[in-house]
């Protein structure tokens, strides 16, 4: 599977998908919802897998709203239908997203993402 570098027309389509699923409003829900400042690293770790999996289960279920625009925006970064990709086992995925960081920088792709949020 070929993953392609983000390209700028990729924000608008990604935007209507933050809108769509409410990623702003799911992610102010949960962050600086605990006070970590006085807990020693081990809570603090265990607080943040707690909370990125509540994060992950809210956003799984809100994508049903916007599952066709996601899986557009996915099929257009691997030159892939959506019939196939419907059709991904979980692997797929995770080979999907390890290869969309390689083909983004890390930074430009945090950066990428915190500008369709905005």
Do not use: H
Not at 47 to 75: H, Q, T
Not at 97 to 112: H, P, S
């Amino acid at each position: 599977m070929e993953v392609r570098e983000l390209q700028f027309s990729d924000l608008f389509q990604f935007a209507k998908i933050t809108k769509k699923v409410n990623i702003k409003g799911i992610l102010k829900q949960f962050v600086g919802s605990v006070d970590t400042k006085n807990m020693a690293e081990e809570e603090v770790d265990k607080i943040s897998r707690e909370k990125g999996l509540e994060i992950i289960i809210s956003l799984f279920s809100e994508a049903g709203d916007a599952e066709l625009e996601i899986m557009k925006f996915i099929g257009n970064l691997c030159s892939t239908n959506i019939e196939t990709i419907q059709k991904w086992k979980f692997n797929d995925l995770k080979e999907f997203y390890t290869k969309l960081i390689e083909a983004n920088k890390n930074e430009d792709l945090i950066d990428f993402f915190k500008q369709a949020m905005n």
